[in-house]
């Protein structure tokens, strides 16, 4: 994975910051600095392009695909998110996205989702976080049987607290009420506090790498935390775990798209059917006259005619 | 509830319950957050933008964080666009918008590109200060091309107006005094207007610059402008407040020409 590390020497490449605007969602692009590459023009070329995005989130809370790369003369095209400041969803993190005729790739380091939510829980979700606490500071010196009973007067709990949250927000949590916290081991509960402490956020990368070349794609991850519990997801093409109607996890997420192109999203992450996140994503295509990009055809501007109206000018 | 669970999922199925739980709650909390900012932030829209608060780019108007076109003596390759609606303009490709053009300003605004990087197209601007440049997003204008040039040449008082790079007419003209010089740089074809209280021309030409000696003039802004004169005796001399005035033949060609078009003016 040592390819991961590698995010300088390319000075063609465009680097951008990442910043939440008003406390909201919305993605700005500061201080830009902006060389002419590869895919940049404003004619396109006939085909389907590649492209690669490094995040995007879609429902609830939409993150637009950022950054994303587009190949549209086919050459190769790079963009670079060096810092991700202060947002409710995401933090930390370096994404890289790049994409040329045949291939694309995204990465990303260090990225944490939602490690801040869980610092500023309110209400009744708040008290079920609070009531977690114990148990975890107890952690070494109680038995599995008393964290299980703990959890298990937690349970009776929820679902109130949920219809409560539901009431006040609209979201349907209806499938999360009937479930039960019963099975978790203690090593498993030791991820959670460490997550309900901020050490760790909801979902952590290490490090992933999505590519796709032509009609196959793989992804590379390490350091993949679920809550701060190690991921037992494997890589082969659309692993996933779910709890159906609730919550899934996807990696290596393969798509074969209508246009003849061909998606690979490294993270995909479904909340409820209301929330999407996807982390990393390479789609490949194929862009003809990759090398002679032609400007489309332009029309001639209009001849004007003369509007009535007082402006003086200098005479 | 096991049952609902597929087999892969079995064995770690307490850590996406947990996933879930934590995650709702973050959803929740970013909601909440995300109700609190809505009066004021787009939530959909990439960028933020707030067309209300962003001052419109006119002759009229003065810009502040504006990039200057430094490039002042290349001509513009002839592209021209023409924003479909109200568009920001930023301080570059993915930047701060710092402004807006409106589709009308003397009737359709077209503006002449610059450069270009990816979905987006530097142009030239008609406000102050002069060599006002601001990008825009290729998706948001329609584009066209124009085949001519004007160029205006001071020292010789002359007119030059060229289609495809041939030179197709020059005329003797009247350029600023001294005291009030016609601006030099690239600039262009802003509008094509008649005012009843101007009665020294049937039609005025405005350009995208401005006096760089005279804030106001007549209760204007300063703009500068190619238009005629009603005094032959004026042309080839240096006598006006810092707009071109040209002959009656010099000005029917000129009004046929595209706006947007380059306007080149130098000290030669």
């Known amino acids: 994975?040592?390819?991961?590390?590698?995010k300088k020497g390319n000075p063609m490449k465009l680097k951008r910051r990442f910043a939440a605007a008003g406390g909201a969602l919305a993605l700005v692009a500061a201080g830009a600095s902006v060389a002419l590459i590869g895919g940049a023009s404003s004619s396109e070329a006939a085909g389907s392009p590649s492209s690669a995005y490094g995040l995007e989130a879609t429902g609830l809370i939409p993150v637009q695909a950022t950054p994303t790369v587009t190949s549209t003369t086919g050459k190769l095209v790079k963009d670079s998110l060096v810092s991700l400041p202060s947002n409710p969803l995401l933090s930390g993190g370096l994404v890289d996205a790049q994409a040329q005729n045949g291939a694309a790739e995204a990465d990303v380091t260090n990225l944490d989702v939602g490690g801040s939510l869980l610092g500023q829980l309110t209400g009744p979700l708040s008290t079920l976080t609070t009531q977690l606490k114990p148990a975890c500071t107890a952690l070494n010196s109680v038995s599995l049987t008393q964290v299980?009973?703990?959890?298990?007067?937690?349970t009776g709990n929820l679902s109130s607290a949920l219809n409560q949250v539901t009431g006040s927000t609209g979201i349907d949590l209806s499938a999360v009420g009937g479930l039960n916290l019963n099975n978790l081991l203690p090593a498993q509960l030791g991820g959670l506090c460490d997550a309900l402490s901020g050490k760790v956020g909801l979902v952590h990368v290490g490090a992933i790498t999505t590519r796709c070349t032509g009609k196959t794609g793989s992804?590379?991850?390490?350091?993949l935390r679920l809550l701060g519990l190690p991921s037992s997801i494997g890589t082969a093409p659309n692993s996933s775990v779910s709890i159906p109607g609730v919550l899934t996890v996807t990696l290596n997420k393969q798509t074969q798209n209508a246009n003849g192109t061909f998606t690979v999203d490294g993270l995909y992450v479904d909340i409820l059917g209301q929330q999407q996140l996807v982390v990393t994503s390479a789609t490949c295509g194929n862009v003809r006259s990759a090398s002679k990009p032609k400007p489309g055809p332009k029309s001639q501007?209009?001849?004007?005619?003369?509007?009535?109206?007082k402006a003086p000018v200098t005479g | 509830m096991n049952d609902q669970l597929s087999a892969p999922s079995r064995s770690s199925w307490p850590i996406a319950l947990v996933i879930a739980l934590l995650a709702c709650a973050g959803l929740i909390v970013g909601i909440k957050q995300l109700h609190r900012t809505a009066d004021t932030t787009p939530v959909?829209?990439?960028v933020p933008v707030h067309l209300g608060k962003l001052t419109a780019s006119t002759t009229d108007t003065r810009l502040h964080r504006v990039p200057i076109d430094h490039d002042q003596r290349m001509?513009?390759?002839g592209t021209v666009v023409h924003p479909r609606h109200t568009t920001a303009l930023f301080d570059s490709p993915s930047g701060h918008p710092f402004a807006k053009v409106r589709p009308k300003e003397f009737g359709p605004t077209w503006l002449p590109v610059i450069a270009h990087a990816g979905g987006w197209l530097r142009?030239?601007?008609?406000?102050?200060?002069d060599g006002s440049t601001g990008w825009l997003q290729a998706s948001k204008v329609r584009s066209a091309t124009t085949p001519y040039q004007i160029q205006v040449h001071l020292a010789t008082r002359t007119l030059d107006l060229f289609k495809d790079d041939n030179e197709i007419g020059t005329w003797s003209v009247a350029v600023g005094a001294p005291s009030t010089p016609t601006p030099t740089g690239r600039t262009f074809l802003l509008g094509q207007l008649v005012d009843d209280n101007q009665t020294f021309s049937p039609v005025i030409l405005p350009l995208g610059t401005h006096s760089r000696t005279l804030d106001s003039f007549g209760g204007g802004p300063g703009t500068v402008a190619i238009h005629g004169w009603t005094d032959p005796s004026v042309f080839g001399q240096a006598v006006s407040h810092g707009c071109i005035r040209v002959p009656a033949d010099a000005l029917d060609r000129l009004r046929l020409i595209p706006l947007g078009t380059p306007v080149l003016i130098t000290r030669t």
């Not at chain 1, 994975?1 to 590698?6: D, E, G, P, T």
């Not at chain 1, 992804?219 to 350091?223: A, F, K, M, R, S």
């Not at chain 2, 142009?123 to 200060?129: E, G, I, K, T």
């Open chain 1, 219 to 223: 992804v590379q991850v390490t350091g």
């Open chain 1, 301 to 309: 501007a209009p001849v004007p005619h003369p509007i009535h109206t």
């Open chain 1, 1 to 6: 994975m040592q390819h991961l590390m590698k």
């Open chain 2, 44 to 46: 959909s829209a990439p």
């Open chain 1, 148 to 154: 299980n009973n703990a959890l298990s007067g937690l």
């Open chain 2, 123 to 129: 142009v030239l601007l008609p406000s102050r200060p």
């Open chain 2, 75 to 77: 001509a513009p390759n």
